[in-house]
């Protein structure tokens, strides 16, 4: 499907299209993203079109969530063809705003979500969250969409997202989509188009040890057994594991022992390149 898509670059701009669609009784989809667009995103925009009469996508790489020594200046940027390939996807509208007009001089306000956001990617990416929940606070405002669609790759990411919306009554659903692979299991990431030729083929290695690990809980391994063979796997492979862990797939609680449903998730290094995935326990067919 390719429509035509419309840019918009400000929030005043935005909000008159989206009160245009509400005003006819029309409902909206919001997919927020980064740019660099890949298969992940454009299913996700795919799966919005399913939910909503128009599909309104949004690019824009977030300084407050990236740390010091992190890739904000290095992050793949590339909007013609990021626009070509939402179009083509389904998207109706999007809106690219500049720094200054999601964070004009003086601003003053951080989202921090407690709890959830303590451990996993938190533990080593300390502000990474807040900065997250702020932007997110703020495109769901400004766009007040019906819906919003964020993919389950980043999946503690998508659970503070559904915490911060419960508890601050924002009356926007947010839905999550499933994760994107290549045919030999890695996870769709923009980041993917840093690893070198020898690193992208050890990197479905890391969807295959969480996968693995995932069938033997099912089959009644202790967590602490079954994340010891995986982090083994993954070291001998040459991946610096960041976290491993099995966690409640609600609350993301650590888990240990026999556990019959959980969410595996996993962040490790290649090289200079942090990737992560997740799974549920039992897993998929
Ligand atoms: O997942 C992402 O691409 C980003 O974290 C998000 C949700 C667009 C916020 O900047």
Redesign the pocket.
Known sequence: MSTELEIVRTVADLRARVAAWHARGETVAMV???GAIHEGHMSLVQQANRLAGHVVA?I?V?PL?FGPNEDFAAYPRGKARDAALLAQAGAALLFTPNANEMYPEGFATKVHVAGITGGLCGATRPDHFDG?AT??TK?LLQCTPDIAI??EK?YQ?LLV?QRLVRDLNVPIEIVGGPIVREPDGLALSSRNAYLSAEERETAPLLHAAIQQASHELAAGLSAEQALESARAALEAAGFRVDYLEARDPETLAPLSGPVASARILVAAFLGKTRLIDNVPVPPQA
């Open positions: 927020p993203t980064m949004s824009f977030n969530q997250v932007v997110v495109l964020f993919g980043d990411q997202i």
